[in-house]
């Protein structure tokens, strides 16, 4: 959990990890409100339909495994192409 401080315009910086998480970035609109037994305000983007930048896709990719160089991946690509082009009349 982060501790925030409210400025003198009654504003807050929400943390960027908590911000990834429910999807919002810069400029996206949110609904704030009081929760229902008073105890906490709730932040919500107010279109989760909203079309998002691919940096908020992006943060969300996780990659598990060895590294592959870029060498590799073109030199895959090559071959695929290759074989395609073999395979086609």
Do not use: W
Request: hydrophobic share 45%; proline share 7%.
């Amino acid at each position: 959990m982060a501790t925030m401080t409210l400025s003198a315009k009654r504003q807050v910086v929400l943390p960027a990890e908590l911000c990834q998480q429910i999807a919002i970035y810069p400029g996206a609109q949110v609904q704030v409100r009081l929760a229902e037994d008073g105890s906490a305000i709730v932040i919500e983007p107010v279109s989760a339909t909203a079309k998002k930048p691919a940096s908020v896709l992006f943060a969300r990719a996780v990659h598990r495994g060895t590294p592959v160089a870029i060498e590799e991946i073109q030199g895959a690509v090559s071959a695929a192409r290759l074989a395609q082009r073999q395979d086609d009349p």
